[in-house]
């Protein structure tokens, strides 16, 4: 199975409210979407959305690298090689983490289709040519958490109530507009949901150091139980996180500080971060993602899976990742497709509110897309 072609194109959903953190506010779900062509008809599917205040990639800039650098790279290429072409991709020029995550989805999801196994059970192995692991007995679903857009605290309140209506047993809150505003809501929040649901606070580096370890207090004063707090300062202030890790007992999860394995290493090593927040979008797909797994794993460090604001494809496979090394992530932040008012991906993986569930079919199992808008 040898590639012959990889097509661009556009596909957008609207969301169902605007998505709003400290950092952005946005109404759809904007992803470009790659299809490598093969020889034998089959196709392979991968996506990425554009997060450039996160990773640097505008979909301009991957169309860009996609065209001149990666794609002839891959066409004429077997299939069979994939782990190879997966290595080559991430060795042929720094960064452009989206758009390589975009292609190594693209590429597994062919690989795992050839061998005519569910992505999961390829992701089970390391590498090319070991044993599958027998995956027969695991169940086939993952519960995700919802984003709780930040915004005053009757929204807020109104988004959780429904939320909980809809399923959802964990609420992940954005904070990081004013201190005193976000300790309040988060406060209010806990007092009429906390019964009921657990609550994690994602502050997309909005906060100081010293913030964070006051509204911890505030949180602890008020016998306001919180899961986790997701990155708090700024993704290059590990010093901050460190010096927050110290002197609060709520755990804090990386998110922005963690793209790759040398940065989780380092975050584990100093003890600034108790959890790794593993996207496909920060790891430039999914073989840093294993190598990060794998390490945790061996640290006994807990990993969340999440994800951009993005659809169904490329979390389809962040969904297949977090099947197949369950052990290590226990945590699951895949809303990106129960945001939007739904899903133009049909087959495979199927995303109902809180419930994501993962079929057997080879790859990811996509079998059509509506509303392609094909790149010239
Ligand atoms: C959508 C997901 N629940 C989420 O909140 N991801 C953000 C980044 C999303 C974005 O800005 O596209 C995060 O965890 O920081
Ligand atoms: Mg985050």
Redesign the pocket.
């Known amino acids: 199975m040898n590639i012959t072609e990889i097509r661009l194109a556009k596909l957008n959903v609207p969301l169902v409210t605007p998505?709003k953190?400290s950092?952005?506010s946005?109404t759809e779900i904007d992803d470009l979407v790659v299809v490598i062509h093969t020889d034998s008809g089959e196709v392979g599917y991968g996506s990425a959305?554009e997060?450039p205040?996160?990773t640097g990639d505008t979909h301009q800039s991957m169309i860009d690298v996609i065209r001149n650098t990666f794609t002839p790279l891959l066409v004429g290429k077997s299939i069979e090689d994939t782990w190879a072409l997966a290595a080559t991709l991430q060795q042929a020029i720094p960064l452009h983490n989206s758009a390589k995550a975009a292609l190594e989805i693209a590429l597994f999801d062919l690989y795992a289709k050839r061998l005519n196994l569910p992505l999961y059970q390829v992701l089970s192995t390391t590498r090319a040519g070991e044993s599958l692991d027998n995956q027969s007995n695991i169940p086939l679903v993952l519960k995700t958490?919802i984003?709780i857009s930040m915004n005053d605290f009757d929204t807020m309140f109104v988004d959780s109530k429904k939320a909980i209506a809809q399923g959802f047993d964990v609420l992940?809150v954005?904070v990081g507009n004013n201190l005193q505003q976000d300790i309040d809501s988060v406060i209010r929040l806990y007092k009429e949901f906390g019964e009921s649901v657990a609550i994690r606070l994602?502050v997309?580096q909005a906060w100081t150091a010293q913030q964070t370890v006051q509204a911890a207090q505030c949180f602890t004063d008020n016998h306001v139980s919180i899961e986790l707090i997701?990155?708090p300062v700024k993704a290059d202030d590990i010093t901050g996180l460190k010096y927050i890790a110290e002197r609060t007992a709520i755990p804090i999860m990386a998110?922005?500080s963690a793209f790759n394995l040398t940065q989780v290493k380092n975050l584990i090593e100093q003890q600034a971060a108790d959890i790794i927040?593993i996207?496909l979008m920060k790891t430039a797909g999914l073989t840093q993602a294993l190598a990060i797994t794998d390490y945790c794993q061996s640290k006994q460090v807990t990993c969340m899976i999440?994800?951009?604001?993005?659809g169904s494809i490329a979390v389809a496979a962040a969904a297949h990742l977090a099947l197949a090394k369950s052990q290590t992530i226990s945590k699951i932040?895949l809303?990106?497709p129960s945001?939007g008012l739904y899903d133009p991906v049909h087959g495979g993986v199927c995303f109902d509110k809180a419930n994501i569930y993962i079929s057997n079919e080879a790859g990811l199992g996509i079998s059509t897309i509506e509303g392609l808008q094909f790149l010239s």
Not at 306 to 310: A, N, V
């Open positions: 998505f953190t950092l952005r946005v959305p997060t205040l996160i958490d984003t992940k954005k994602d997309n997701e990155q998110d922005e927040n996207k999440g994800c951009m604001l993005e932040d809303d990106g945001l």
